[in-house]
């Protein structure tokens, strides 16, 4: 059977892929340098056209290479070999753009043999574990995680060491409109603001305003709640997210975030009955909720 098709289960293949990205020995000393296979010329390394990651600092790359320069490269890029004698990168793309900043003409690598899929695991796993990551690109990181790989909340929590609320209060920023994740990206907006926005209608609006007027979270959720209890037609709209439940306002969150789509929760007052209301934003969207409903897959 072909590698690249043979699936794996998460227990094994994530816990063994994150060893390749922290290792014991770094966990306990982080300083320490891991031990390269060999040494390669710098123009053998290619890096990895699927990278997840796109944003590079020019000022934390220009802070690296001034680094590499004065005390060389400590941890070895992940590679696989590839066609034509080269290695591509699997973890270390900064490394090896500020290696090649500081004109050096060898980087050191650990050569792993890895198929397509584990690649854009390792990479996507290696991002989440930066400390510099915005919230948008820790959350797109999950949200990969979970569509190509099938992991689950619960799962990515225990191996990666996070909190499930963690993971899904970062999947449900993805919810927002695009213009208020670019704020987000840009550090216009903290993840406090965006939090407050998902549930708003006017989100976009409502950033801007932030915004331009230096609120605050506590003046965000605020502003917020106060959008939202303004007058609008409700003939047959749901309940309004300050008047729901904390349980109903979470499984909200937990269906938007797995769907990737705004999901609304109605009962009816005295009732067990009620609605669910599934937004989609694209034909696309649209199939896959017809997809999921039919038991496809």
Known sequence: MDKKAKPRGLGRGLSALMADVTTAEDRVNPAAPR?????VPIERVVPNPDQPRRRFSKEALDELASSVKEKGIIQPLIVREVAGGNFEIVAGERRWRAAQQAQLHEVPVI???FDDTEVLEVAIIENIQRADLNAVEEAAGYRQLMDRFGHTQ???AEALGKSRSHIANLLRLLNLPEDVLEFLREGQLSAGHARALVTS????????KIIREGLSVRETEALVKKSDAEPRERSKAPKSYEDKDADTRALEGDLSANLGMRVTISHEPGGERGRILIQYENLDQLDEICRV???GH
């Open 154 to 156: 619960e799962k990515l």
């Open 111 to 113: 050569v792993r043999d």
């Open 35 to 39: 031990r390269p296979d060999l040494t």
């Open 201 to 208: 209608e006017n989100a976009s609006e409502l950033a801007k």
């Open 293 to 295: 409903l039919s038991g």
